[in-house]
């Protein structure tokens, strides 16, 4: 299949996080990803349930992806493991989302407990992790990947950040390879959108991107239009052995950086 686009939210309050939700109704999307660490009543379970009931109403049958996304790993507020397990297992139960996103290296049990919930209630997983100062080498980017593989992730997700151009062609490399043996996932560079294969989730981050669509896009055309960019450039990376591909790298930089000064 086609690269599915994820677009997050990241509102505070009820009232901005619906309010986003509603403003995707002529968006061409595919999943929507509610960042609730950035919820002022994140931490208080009945206030989280109501906002998903709400924003499933708002959304339809659009997938709703749930991300707590820990301060550790860029996110907006911190909280302890047994907390985290929690609310994501809360949330998997509740019968709101499709999907949560676990962080891989939050403890190799807590993650299995929180997967194997997750999975019980009928919600797929990502597993993440995110090195914001540099990509990784080759074999360490496809053991972590393997590593969620064995939690028994639906899909692994790595977010690394690039300091040359050889730093792009190594999360290239380590993704092809890891595709070769079939396995479905997800990788980002900080900055670069990834793709990896059909199938594929692009996923519009909360730290970068969130600037892209709650800053920039604020006029509603220019968000439409990102998007539609988005859906046709894709289109164009099928094929990982297009040498087209890594020409178009530079080109997204260039936007990205854009995107980043607002």
């Known amino acids: 299949g086609v690269p599915k686009i994820c677009v997050p939210i990241v509102g505070k309050t009820k009232e901005e996080i619906l309010a986003a939700a509603r403003s995707f109704e002529d968006v061409a999307l595919d999943v929507v990803e509610w960042r609730v660490d950035w919820f002022e009543g994140v931490f208080d379970f009945a206030q989280v349930e109501d906002v998903l009931k709400d924003l499933r109403s708002a959304l339809g049958e659009t997938p709703i992806l749930f991300t707590f996304r820990t301060s550790k790993e860029g996110g907006e507020k911190e909280i302890s493991v047994n907390d985290y397990a929690a609310l994501n297992i809360a949330a998997a139960q509740s019968g709101y989302v499709d999907l949560i996103d676990v962080e891989a290296f939050t403890g190799d049990d807590i993650v299995k407990t929180i997967i194997d919930a997750a999975h019980e ?22 053991r972590r990947l393997r590593m969620m593989q064995d939690f028994g992730a639906d899909i692994p997700k790595m977010a690394v950040m690039p300091t040359c151009k050889q730093d792009v062609l190594t999360l290239l490399s380590a993704t092809l390879e890891i595709l070769l043996n079939q396995l479905v996932l997800l990788n980002l560079q900080i900055g670069i959108t990834r793709i990896g294969k059909p199938d594929f989730v692009l996923c519009l981050s909360g730290i970068n991107f969130s600037k892209l669509f709650f800053k920039l896009c604020s006029v509603r055309r220019l968000q439409i239009t990102l998007i539609e960019f988005f859906h046709f450039y894709i289109n164009l990376w099928l094929d990982l052995e297009n040498i087209f591909h890594l020409f178009s790298i530079e080109f997204i930089i260039g936007i990205l950086a854009v995107a980043d000064t607002c």
């Open 121 to 142: 209630a009928g919600v797929k997983v990502i597993a993440s992790n995110h090195d914001f100062f540099k990509t990784p080498e080759k074999e360490e980017i496809i």
